[in-house]
């Protein structure tokens, strides 16, 4: 159950990361498609879990017990968490320093990626870690509709009034996403290493 939690958790993380670093993109570059991203975006992420579980399955033609179910449903949701994020980092990157960079050759595609990108990363795992926690929570819901996870602890507990398999699931759940927090943070670290260095006396 861990193991199946890790993966509808966490894949929609990775998935979702890219689809929002695209679409953060698109806001940055395009500010007259910007309005009506964002907008949907927020109204996207304020439709109830459980409906959006029910909902997958009539769209795409899935079975109503179909894992993809969650893991699209959570891939949207964050999607829509982190646009917005994206979007207000890369528009606060100096215009001087894209300049430069314009200035030293660099065409847009290697800007975005060497120089723009990196310093949207600290704001981005502001949100993916925001984002990691959402989805670990968020998994359990799934098994009211009959997925896997440890929501089925929840479940299973609940059915036949048990009390040890509901604190397990909530301890499993707690852990998983201590750690999972302390891994984006470690990675936020090693990919940015010159906030590392603010404060260091030359």
Known sequence: MLLEHVYLSLLPLVISVFLAVVLGWVCHRYGWFRGALLGTANIVYTVPSLALFAIIPAVIGTQVLDINNVVIALTVYTTALLTRPVSDALDAVPAHITAAATAMGFRPLRRFLTVELPLAVPVLFAG????????ISLVSV?????????????????????????????????????????????????????????????
């Open 142 to 202: 799934g098994a009211l509709i009959g997925t896997g996870g440890l929501g089925v602890l929840f479940t299973d507990g609940f059915r036949s009034r048990y009390l040890a398999p509901i604190i397990v699931g909530i301890v499993l759940t707690l852990l998983l996403a201590l750690l999972v927090d302390g891994l984006l943070v470690a990675l936020r670290q090693w990919l940015t290493p010159w906030n590392n260095l603010q404060g260091v006396k030359p």
């Open 128 to 135: 993916l870690r925001v984002g990691s926690v959402s989805n």
